[in-house]
């Protein structure tokens, strides 16, 4: 894997200014919204402090093409609220009760508000795609993927390498894309820089739930931010797990382990799950081969490097 990046600390900055910049726009959404009940819970999943990346995705697949931050804004906006209704779908979806360190929506409100909140999250986000159907397209395109992902892990959990990867392109992946994807419409780029950073958002995407993956078997619920060896306990499908479980190491035996007795039992699948993440982000890399070197081009690649040595 080449090591040409940008340093993490200066990506971690990136994220906090976009970070910023996205929270003045996510703040307004929710004020028309009626009844007061689900005007409260769709402010309420708008407010939890995320990563961010996907909308900082957008903005520097936008600034890469030559466009500016003005320009991503609403659509930075949509890739949000598309990644927010997701979440509040898969709390719902496995009954979870925490979400970074607070209560699940439907904890709080019910599973029927819930339902609605994820309904009005994907209208909002529709709305702020300004009329464009290259946009909304992005975002239909990431919505049906994001679907199959789920009904995949409820029938039909994958058992190998393909079988995963495809699943962590549609859980995760196709979102990355579509992010990028957006970026790069609005930003004024040709059909080709479409192509190429939509690639690279993928495989940046499925980088990002192998490393998912990995912290739910090594991290603590104090970093993480939600309880850990959740893929474990709940039957997810997890690259890790899969890669121990064909090895021959039984699903009872990781129950019981501790965190660290669990990390040095799959310590082999872990290091393979972080191979294979390198792996996507050399792939993702690649994708920007045709992109016009500049500073949020070099961002793009220091934003690979974080992903796969994030600690939450």
């Known amino acids: 894997m080449t090591n040409d990046y940008a340093p993490v600390n200066d990506i971690e900055k ?17 004020l028309k919204i009626k009844p007061k009940e689900l005007s409260d819970a769709v402010s309420y999943a708008l ?29 930075a906006v949509s890739a949000e609220l598309v990644h927010t209704s997701s979440l509040v779908l898969d709390d719902v979806i496995d009954k979870a009760e925490k979400r970074r360190s607070r209560n699940t929506i439907h904890t709080i409100w019910g599973e029927n508000i819930a339902l ?13 795609a300004l009329g464009d159907v290259r ?10 993927f994001m679907g199959e992902g789920e009904a995949i892990e409820l ?17 995760t992946g196709a979102l990355f894309g579509a992010s990028a994807c957006m970026g790069v419409v609005v930003g004024g780029g040709d059909d080709e820089n479409i192509a190429s950073l939509e690639k690279f958002g993928n495989h940046l995407g499925i980088a990002f739930q192998i490393r998912d993956d990995i912290l739910d078997c090594v991290s603590s619920e104090d970093n993480l931010g939600k309880p850990v ?24 035996v990781m129950l ?25 982000i050399d792939i993702a890399i690649a994708c920007l081969d045709n992109i016009n070197d ?7 690649e220091g934003l690979c490097d974080y992903i796969v040595n994030r600690k939450r």
């Open 155 to 171: 029938v039909s959990a994958p058992v190998d390498e393909k079988s995963y990867l495809d699943l962590a392109f549609r859980k």
């Open 294 to 300: 500049s500073a949020s081009k070099k961002q793009l």
């Open 229 to 252: 060896k959740q893929d474990l306990f709940m039957g997810r499908p997890s690259i890790v797990l899969i890669d121990a479980v064909n090895h021959g190491i039984d699903k009872n």
């Open 14 to 30: 990136v994220l906090t200014e976009y970070s910023d910049l996205l929270d003045m726009e996510l703040a307004r959404i929710a």
């Open 47 to 75: 407010e939890s402090k995320g990563k961010r990346i996907r909308p900082a995705v957008t903005m520097l697949s936008c600034l890469s093409v030559g466009g500016s931050l003005q320009d991503a804004r609403k659509a």
């Open 256 to 280: 019981r382990c501790s965190n660290g007795e669990l990390m040095g039992l799959i310590s082999n699948s872990i290091e393979y799950a972080n191979r294979l993440a390198a792996e996507q």
């Open 135 to 144: 946009l909304t397209e992005a975002i239909s395109k990431s919505l049906f």
């Open 116 to 128: 609605l909140t994820i309904e009005l999250l994907i209208s909002l986000a529709l709305r702020a």
